[in-house]
């Protein structure tokens, strides 16, 4: 087991046109700043690392890397426990491929959900691909942390239907986290001002 705290951390896209486009979008839907989730560590010899869900499926990346098109929204690290017994149990979908087609799926079934109250399916997601967000929540999911019964119900939803921005949301709220912003490591929020607007 690593002794390095593992971090829950969300980032919205600033790369390319392509990246800030779809970022744009998946935030407008979703109504948040973030539009990526994302583990976040220190390794003693390769330095910070990222594990997330990106274009290329379940990867690991370096953080300098991560921050040449991603801003860093808010990490989080569980007050009691670690998710590195989660991230274990979810070894299988490294190198998972990204849910491309789920993507308009989800974006359907939350704006639904938005306008009636009504949480459809998401019929167009893949099986055997996934979310970043379902990755960090199926982290989440595996962990023996303490959730808040907010943070635990929105956990409760199928991954396919686990859209960033409300993960940060309720990870944002949910006093069993503590907050931390990134200023070339981790630094705890002052104050414990909720981080998602």
């Known amino acids: 087991m690593n002794d390095s705290p593992l971090y829950l951390g969300f980032s919205r896209s600033t790369g390319g046109f392509f990246s800030r486009a779809l970022g744009k979008a998946i ?3 979703t109504g948040g700043r973030a539009n990526h989730a994302f583990l976040a560590w220190e390794d003693e010899n390769l330095g910070w690392l990222t594990l997330g869900a990106n274009i290329n499926g379940v990867t690991l990346m370096t953080m300098e890397k991560f921050v040449a098109d991603r801003e860093i929204v808010s990490l989080y690290l569980p007050r009691t426990g670690s998710l590195w017994e989660g991230l274990a149990k979810c070894k ?17 079934s939350l704006l639904v ?22 990755f960090d929540a199926e982290v989440m999911r ?14 409760a939803r ?5 859209a960033p921005a409300p993960l940060n949301h309720y990870l944002s709220i949910d006093p069993f986290f503590a907050p931390f912003v990134w200023a070339g490591a981790p630094v705890p929020v002052q104050g414990g001002k909720e981080l998602a607007r």
């Open 27 to 29: 935030r407008g839907v």
């Open 92 to 108: 299988r979908m490294i190198d998972e491929g990204y849910d491309f087609t789920g993507l308009p799926g989800i974006g359907i």
């Open 113 to 134: 959900h938005r306008w009636t109250g009504i949480l459809l399916p998401n019929w167009l997601s893949r099986r055997g691909r996934i979310f970043c967000s379902a």
């Open 142 to 155: 595996r962990s023996k942390v303490p959730l808040s019964k907010a943070t635990t119900e929105f956990l």
């Open 158 to 162: 199928p991954d396919n239907l686990v």
